[in-house]
């Protein structure tokens, strides 16, 4: 009993000094002082929009280097009506979700409007994509480019790929799977691709 009035007593102390020394350094903030990035509204959240049919190793390195940038990654899955899909929509997002799932700061979604609208309402500031090529490079500029018009308060936030990654994509993976090869190499472990393929027919 002693020692626990003891401890409430120290971290009590502690906690005025701190604040103390907070205000003294920052006479604008007061006792209440919190890390802004800590407060709902100033969270930086970003969507990382895409097909991923299928996620590779090469998104999920971007979405975990881009862990220490933002506070919380919103990996949107688009629907695209003009785009054939290989693995259907729902499980790309189950899949997904499984393999963050005890990661608190990826969330998994889907949407079926402009990817602007999405960013709206998930209050999303940043865009994130990734780029391997020059390609990619010209592409993601056109599409940023539009997106800064259409939405000036969302910045797209682009990362490079590993070395090793970039000459992974969904569309050589979707190849081999259609062949019944083995994707092991370039999908995440613990992406539960298997569950999803059985039953599929090979195309
Ligand atoms: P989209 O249909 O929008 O191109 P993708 O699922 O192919 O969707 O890609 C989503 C994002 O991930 C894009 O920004 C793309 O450039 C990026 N990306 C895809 N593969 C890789 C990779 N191997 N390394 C880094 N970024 C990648």
Do not use: W
Not at 90 to 105: C, P, T, W
Not at 144 to 166: R, S
């Amino acid at each position: 009993m002693h020692t626990h009035q003891a401890g409430k007593v120290s971290v009590r102390s502690y906690s005025f000094v701190s604040n103390y020394i907070k205000s003294k350094v920052n006479p604008l903030k007061n006792f209440a002082y919190v890390c802004p990035a800590q407060t709902s509204g100033k969270m930086r959240i970003a969507v990382f929009p895409g097909s991923f049919d299928p996620f590779t190793i090469g998104h999920e390195s971007i979405v975990n280097r881009a862990l220490s940038l933002f506070d919380k990654i919103i990996i949107g899955i688009g629907t695209n009506n003009s785009k054939r899909f290989f693995i259907p929509i729902e499980d790309r997002v189950e899949m997904i979700r499984v393999l963050y799932a005890h990661v608190n700061e990826v969330e998994v979604l889907s949407y079926t409007d402009l990817t602007t609208e999405f960013c709206k309402r998930m209050n999303a500031k940043f865009m994130l994509r990734g780029l391997r090529t020059s390609a990619d490079f010209e592409y993601e500029k056109s599409i940023a480019q539009v997106n800064q018009v259409m939405l000036p308060d969302v910045e797209t936030v682009f990362m490079l790929t590993l070395p090793e990654h970039a000459s992974i994509n969904s569309s050589v993976v979707r190849e081999v799977l259609q062949f019944g090869g083995d994707v092991s190499k370039f999908i995440p472990k613990g992406l539960p691709m298997e569950k999803y393929l059985l039953g599929r027919n090979k195309l």
